[in-house]
């Protein structure tokens, strides 16, 4: 297996690419033959020319390569599996907790399936790892938006004209997500605070210069791959109260938290957004799984009806395509060159590698992971 198609994201959303020139470059120096659809890099600035100058061959569609390719490569998951030819092996987010009927339209076609978002979280296996690359550009892109709404700068600044003092900003969830999202306010000046159920996070935010909410929940923990635990509806509740206070004096809110294959938990409800400041922001990064805030909508602004602003959260890396793509290319480039055999020049599926293992959903037209069996 050494033939790559590389897609043009049929969403008119996205603006990423999976595979960036460079990278086309260096796996086709190691053997990979590419084909990448034509204006699949234009909107994250990557031309038809620089695919053709790394060795590709650009063609116009992605149906006209699947004939004459054995692995597909593209971010968003696709409508279906239709056309793919048998055994091929196919490279993209597939969200297979809510997408049943897409995981059996590839078993049915025959295609084995990667699902990006299942790679495991090991040592060896993070520069797979794009739900990491991606949601750490997101953080910083929830705090520049959020910093652009504001009716208020994020430092001091100490004036002739008087004292400004810094805007506060929560952020409740330190992941990938809000960890980048705590650097990137205190970059900006701004006072920060942060609130995670994982205790391991307090180290990491007080190292980054904000303050650690204390909140006692009682049984607080991660899972083995470091993903946090779902707190019972009790748990939530006296969250939900304990850190309002800190959200009412807060300037700008991010909330990022999420439990991994579950609904995100409701962490702020109306009552406390009617409490906050007129002019505040809050960003909703779990608004597509459920959202952490009532009333956030899915790519939209909401302004309550005392002027807060709840933004979406979701796919913010798409703002920023240029490095989203370097990011995810990088990502996908370790994955092909980590099942490369340089003896065979060819990709080999090995079902026994721990990584193939957690990721590889379909294959020989059945589900094949324990997870979505
Ligand atoms: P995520 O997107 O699933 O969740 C985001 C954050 O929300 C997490 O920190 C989680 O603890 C937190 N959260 C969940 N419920 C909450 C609640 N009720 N209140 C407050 N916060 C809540 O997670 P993620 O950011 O993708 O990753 C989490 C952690 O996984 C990372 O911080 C890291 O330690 C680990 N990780 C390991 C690797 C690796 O070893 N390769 C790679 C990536 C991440």
Redesign the pocket.
């Known amino acids: 297996m050494k033939k790559v198609l590389v897609c043009r994201e049929k969403d008119p959303l996205e603006t990423r690419v999976a595979l960036i020139p460079d990278d086309v470059k260096k796996l086709t120096a190691m053997g990979f033959e590419f084909k990448v659809v034509s204006g699949a890099g234009v909107k994250s600035g990557f031309a038809d020319e620089a695919y053709k100058a790394a060795g590709a061959a650009i063609i116009d569609s992605e149906e006209a390569g699947y004939a004459d390719s054995e692995i597909v490569v593209r971010i968003m998951k696709p409508q279906s599996a239709k056309g793919l030819k048998k055994d091929t092996l196919h490279l993209s987010y597939l969200d297979p907790f809510n997408e049943k009927e897409l995981l059996a339209d590839f078993a049915a076609n025959d295609v084995q399936a990667v699902s990006l978002e299942m790679i495991?979280?090991?040592?060896l296996?993070?520069k797979m790892?794009v739900?990491?690359s991606q949601?750490s550009l997101a953080g910083y892109v929830a705090v520049l938006n959020a910093a652009a709404k504001l009716p208020k700068i994020l430092p001091m600044m100490v004036t002739p004209a008087g004292t400004i003092s810094p805007a506060r900003v929560f952020i409740?969830?330190?992941?990938?997500?809000?960890?980048q999202a705590i650097a990137t306010a205190k970059r900006l000046g701004a006072r920060v605070d942060a609130?995670?159920?994982?205790p391991?996070?307090e180290e990491?935010v007080r190292s980054l210069g904000a303050n650690f909410v204390k909140i006692d929940?009682g049984e607080m923990g991660?899972t083995a791959?470091?993903?946090?635990?779902?707190?019972t509806p009790e748990?939530?509740a006296k969250?939900q109260e304990a850190q309002a206070k800190t959200c009412e004096k807060s300037n700008i809110v991010i909330?990022?938290?999420?439990?991994?294959g579950r609904k995100?938990?409701r962490?702020i409800k109306k009552d406390v957004l009617d409490r906050m400041q007129p002019g505040s922001i809050v960003v909703d990064?779990?608004v597509s799984t459920g959202g952490?805030v009532e009333g956030s909508k899915l790519f939209e602004n909401v302004v309550t009806d005392n002027g807060v602003t709840i933004m979406s959260g979701d796919l913010l890396e798409r703002q920023v395509p240029y490095d989203a793509s370097k990011m995810f290319s990088g990502n996908i480039s370790a994955f092909l060159t980590h099942f490369y055999n340089k003896e065979s020049k060819e990709f080999e599926v090995k079902l026994e590698d721990e990584i193939m293992k957690g990721c590889l959903i379909t294959k020989g037209g059945q589900i094949i992971h324990e997870r979505f069996k």
């Open positions: 495991p979280r090991t040592t296996a993070q790892d739900q990491s949601t409740i969830g330190v992941g990938v997500a809000g960890l609130f995670d159920t994982r391991v996070v990491q929940l991660q791959q470091g993903y946090a635990k779902e707190l748990q939530i969250q909330t990022t938290a999420k439990v991994f995100a938990p962490l990064m779990a952490n």
